[in-house]
Structures are given as structure tokens and as C-alpha cells.
């Protein structure tokens, strides 16, 4: 069954935002405990060790929270997706800072978000989750699986829809295939489709 | 048709496309922000506390920048001018000062002061304000600050501009009293100030 378009945990993600900008202390509180363990993960599965990640998870908490007065919600957007802006920054700082000797990831951003980066991964984020819900409920579960909330191997993916290993990766291609005509389509993926444009300080690969 | 042959005649090859990738990639970290349970694996109890610390700490800078907007730039050495928006915000000073690695307002050491000058750009100063603000702390420990009638007059209805430039030239004044070590340490502070402001 498709999830619907606006969870109650975004809505109050929301509310969240809201009361940080207006200095309410137990509002800091739960920002705190809500994205430090989540921007932690984020930057654990981006490569950082468990230490790393948590130090870089700290500061942002820190610097996220005295920001959220920036925040101004738009249509399609979120609260989240504009956190994930500023985190996929503060990353590419630390990179650029702690491992100049190392070749930087290829996805590296510029050290600052611009004003309409947040409104554009929101509107990513939408794309996906519309089109994603138009698919039917086999290839969405297998995305899920396998893309969208995990990286589950296809062995394991093949287990839980008993499915055979070769079957479960064809029928995995085709529903990205699916997903891939759908949001082609789509005018909010145009970003995405364009050349990158590297800003100064990061190396490419 | 097998499912092997399908494979291969699936429209743009095997691989999904990079921009397929980036916008899934995009979506799954988005989505362990919205929340998905999977965050709190492996995470200790000092973690959450570091956390929490991180919190009440984000919230006092808060307080304290609030606080610093409504008063505005007030010419007093730093120790001095963060306990008195501390008061006034009414929050303990302490958490803030461990969350930037302060441990002692008047040290003059090159590491402390650009830790202080961290904190000064946290709360949205000016590099000059800070400089002049730094540069009183340092006037205040070498026994050459400037005068009080000064002071109170720079604190007075006067522009903010011309509060500062008089501040910044009274400190120099009164530092070059204090002969070359002493302006040697205000050149050394004003360096240390500028690199926080960089990095």
C-alpha cells in the first residue's frame, strides 16, 4: 500500500522547527536527541568512523539548532531535507579539512548551501517518493529493500519475498528501470540531469 | 525470454544511471533523518549525553545572541561582556565555555584566544568587535586598559561605528603604552582573531 504523501513524524518535524526559532528550550532538547543519533548514521554510512562521525554529529547539532531560525518551509519541502542540506555541507567541510591528502568523494558539495539547494532536494525527495508510489506494491517493496530504507543484499531480499537470488536482482533491474522512466519525466529530477558543477577546494576524482 | 536475457535487454544497460543513484541516495538519507528507527543501533549512553550536551548548549548560544542583539556592541573586555549577557539571557556561562574548549576567560594563550574568538563569531560579532573585545581582556591583564571615563562615554547613546573606531583606537593607544611586548600580543591576538574567522 502506498505511504502517504506527509508522515505525522514530518508534520511534526515541522512543529519542531517552529519552536527552535523561537529559543524554546526543551524544543533544543528534543532536536538534539531526535538528529544527533540520525546525523551520526548519515555520516557513518558516508565513510566516517564511529568517532568521527559522532564528533562532526555534535557540531551539527549545535550548528543546525542555532540555524533553524533560517528555516522557511515551502511547498514540497521539509525540515528534514533542509538538515540534510546543511549536514551534506558540514561533510564536505570535514573532508576537505581532516583528509586533503586523501581523494575526495565524488558527490562533494560546496562548503556553504546555497538558498535553493534545500527547496531542490525537497522537491527530489518528493519526486521519488510520487513516483515510487505509482509502481506496484512488489517493485515498491523491493526498492525499499534494496534502495529507498535499506541496502539489503539480494540473497536477503530473495529470502524475504521467496524469491530465487537471479529473479529477485532481474525483477530489482526492472523496477528501476520503471522508476527511472517515471522520474525522467519528472521536472524536479531536471537538476539531477544536468553537469555537475564543481566548486573550489574540492579535488575530483 | 529467460530472466538473464531480460537483463541484459533492459533499456541502458545494467547499471542504473548516476543521476538514478544520487536521487535515491538523496532520498534514503533524507528519509534516516525523518526518523526510521535504525539510528539508535550501537549508540552509547555517553553519545546520547554528548548529544543532549549539544543541545543545551546550541539553546544557551541562543539565548546568548538574542541577548547580544538587543544590547548591541558594548566596549568591555570579553570576560566581562559574555558574564554580563550571561546574566542578562539568564543562562549558566559554563557549558557554553566547555562546548568551545574555554577554560579560563583571561588566558592569553594562542590556542585560548582563538577558541574565544570561535565562540565571539558564534555569537554573530564582528571580527573587529571581537578583536576590540579580545584586545580589552589582554589591556585589562597587562595593567594598561583604557580609561573608565572612556569606557563609559563609548557606552553612551553614540553611533555604534563611531563606538567602535573609538574603541579600537583607545585600544591601541593604551596597549602602546604598554610598549613593544604589548603590542606584539595585540599583533599576535589580531592574528589568531582573523584565523578563527577564516577556518
Same mark, same amino acid.
Given at each position: 500500500?502506498?505511504?502517504?504523501?506527509?508522515?505525522?513524524?514530518?508534520?511534526?518535524?515541522?512543529?519542531?522547527?517552529?519552536?527552535?526559532?523561537?529559543?524554546?528550550?526543551?524544543?533544543?532538547?528534543?532536536?538534539?536527541?531526535?538528529?544527533?543519533?540520525?546525523?551520526?548514521?548519515?555520516?557513518?554510512?558516508? $565513510?566516517?568512523?564511529?568517532?568521527?562521525?559522532?564528533?562532526? %554529529?555534535?557540531?551539527?547539532?549545535?550548528?543546525?539548532?542555532?540555524?533553524?531560525?533560517?528555516?522557511?518551509?515551502?511547498?514540497? $519541502?521539509?525540515?528534514? %531535507?533542509?538538515?540534510?542540506?546543511?549536514?551534506?555541507?558540514?561533510?564536505?567541510?570535514?573532508?576537505?579539512?581532516?583528509?586533503?591528502?586523501?581523494?575526495?568523494?565524488?558527490?562533494?558539495?560546496?562548503?556553504?548551501? $546555497?538558498?535553493?539547494?534545500?527547496?531542490?532536494?525537497?522537491?527530489?525527495?518528493?519526486?521519488? #517518493?510520487?513516483?515510487?508510489?505509482?509502481?506496484?506494491?512488489?517493485?515498491?517493496?523491493?526498492?525499499?529493500?534494496?534502495?529507498?530504507?535499506?541496502?539489503?543484499?539480494? %540473497?536477503?531480499?530473495?529470502?524475504?519475498?521467496?524469491?530465487?537470488?537471479?529473479?529477485?536482482?532481474?525483477?530489482?533491474?526492472?523496477?528501476?528501470?520503471?522508476?527511472?522512466?517515471?522520474?525522467?519525466?519528472?521536472?524536479?529530477?531536471?537538476?539531477?540531469? #544536468?553537469?555537475?558543477?564543481?566548486?573550489? $577546494?574540492?579535488?575530483?576524482? | 525470454?529467460?530472466?538473464? *536475457?531480460? @537483463?541484459?535487454?533492459?533499456? &541502458?544497460?545494467?547499471?542504473?544511471? *548516476?543521476?538514478?543513484?544520487?536521487?535515491?541516495?538523496?532520498?534514503?538519507?533524507?528519509?534516516?533523518?525523518?526518523? +526510521?528507527? @535504525?539510528? +539508535?543501533?550501537?549508540?552509547?549512553?555517553?553519545?546520547?549525553?554528548?548529544?543532549?550536551?549539544?543541545?543545551?548548549?546550541?539553546? !544557551?548560544?541562543?539565548?546568548?545572541?538574542?541577548?547580544?542583539?538587543?544590547?548591541?556592541?558594548? /566596549?568591555?573586555?570579553?570576560?566581562?561582556?559574555?558574564?554580563?549577557?550571561?546574566?542578562?539571557?539568564?543562562?549558566?556561562?559554563? /557549558?557554553?565555555?566547555?562546548?568551545?574548549?574555554?577554560?579560563?576567560?583571561?588566558?592569553?594563550?594562542?590556542?585560548?584566544?582563538?577558541?574565544?574568538?570561535?565562540?565571539?563569531?558564534?555569537?554573530? !560579532?564582528?571580527?573587529?568587535?571581537?578583536?576590540?573585545? @579580545?584586545?580589552?581582556?589582554?589591556?585589562?591583564?597587562? &595593567?594598561?586598559? /583604557?580609561?573608565? !571615563?572612556?569606557?563609559?562615554?563609548?557606552?553612551?547613546?553614540?553611533?555604534?561605528? *563611531?563606538?567602535?573606531?573609538?574603541?579600537?583606537?583607545?585600544?591601541?593607544?593604551?596597549?602602546?603604552? &604598554?610598549?613593544?611586548?604589548?603590542?606584539?600580543?595585540? *599583533?599576535? @591576538?589580531?592574528?589568531?582573531?582573523?584565523?578563527?574567522?577564516?577556518?
Amino acid at each position: 500500500m502506498p505511504r502517504p504523501a506527509v508522515s505525522p513524524a514530518r508534520t511534526d518535524l515541522e512543529e519542531l522547527a517552529r519552536r527552535l526559532a523561537t529559543l524554546d528550550e526543551a524544543a533544543f532538547r528534543e532536536f538534539a536527541s531526535l538528529f544527533g543519533p540520525r546525523l551520526r548514521a548519515l555520516f557513518i554510512r558516508s $565513510g566516517l568512523s564511529t568517532t568521527e562521525a559522532e564528533d562532526l %554529529a555534535v557540531s551539527c547539532v549545535t550548528d543546525i539548532a542555532l540555524k533553524a531560525g533560517q528555516y522557511h518551509q515551502v511547498p514540497g $519541502g521539509s525540515f528534514a %531535507a533542509w538538515v540534510f542540506t546543511i549536514a551534506r555541507h558540514a561533510l564536505a567541510s570535514w573532508w576537505r579539512k581532516n583528509r586533503s591528502t586523501e581523494e575526495l568523494p565524488d558527490d562533494l558539495v560546496a562548503p556553504e548551501p $546555497g538558498p535553493e539547494e534545500a527547496a531542490t532536494v525537497s522537491a527530489i525527495v518528493a519526486a521519488v #517518493r510520487e513516483a515510487v508510489a505509482k509502481l506496484p506494491e512488489a517493485d515498491q517493496r523491493l526498492l525499499r529493500l534494496r534502495d529507498l530504507e535499506s541496502r539489503e543484499p539480494y %540473497a536477503e531480499i530473495a529470502r524475504q519475498m521467496s524469491l530465487q537470488i537471479e529473479t529477485t536482482r532481474v525483477r530489482h533491474l526492472r523496477a528501476l528501470q520503471k522508476l527511472r522512466t517515471l522520474l525522467e519525466a519528472d521536472p524536479r529530477i531536471q537538476p539531477l540531469l #544536468r553537469p555537475k558543477q564543481r566548486s573550489s $577546494g574540492g579535488s575530483s576524482k | 525470454m529467460s530472466e538473464r *536475457d531480460t @537483463l541484459t535487454a533492459l533499456p &541502458g544497460g545494467l547499471a542504473p544511471a *548516476d543521476w538514478l543513484d544520487e536521487a535515491l541516495l538523496i532520498y534514503r538519507e533524507v528519509s534516516l533523518l525523518e526518523g +526510521t528507527g @535504525l539510528e +539508535t543501533q550501537g549508540l552509547q549512553p555517553s553519545s546520547t549525553s554528548r548529544f543532549r550536551e549539544a543541545g543545551e548548549a546550541a539553546w !544557551m548560544l541562543a539565548r546568548l545572541r538574542h541577548e547580544r542583539q538587543r544590547s548591541g556592541f558594548v /566596549p568591555l573586555a570579553i570576560g566581562r561582556y559574555l558574564r554580563d549577557l550571561a546574566k542578562a539571557a539568564r543562562i549558566e556561562l559554563g /557549558p557554553v565555555l566547555a562546548a568551545f574548549g574555554i577554560g579560563d576567560l583571561a588566558s592569553q594563550e594562542p590556542a585560548a584566544i582563538r577558541c574565544l574568538a570561535r565562540l565571539c563569531r558564534n555569537l554573530e !560579532m564582528s571580527v573587529r568587535e571581537t578583536f576590540v573585545h @579580545l584586545g580589552l581582556g589582554l589591556a585589562e591583564q597587562l &595593567g594598561v586598559e /583604557p580609561s573608565l !571615563m572612556w569606557a563609559a562615554r563609548a557606552r553612551g547613546p553614540a553611533v555604534h561605528r *563611531d563606538s567602535l573606531e573609538e574603541s579600537e583606537q583607545a585600544l591601541r593607544r593604551s596597549l602602546a603604552r &604598554g610598549g613593544d611586548a604589548a603590542i606584539a600580543s595585540l *599583533d599576535a @591576538l589580531e592574528t589568531e582573531v582573523l584565523a578563527a574567522f577564516e577556518g
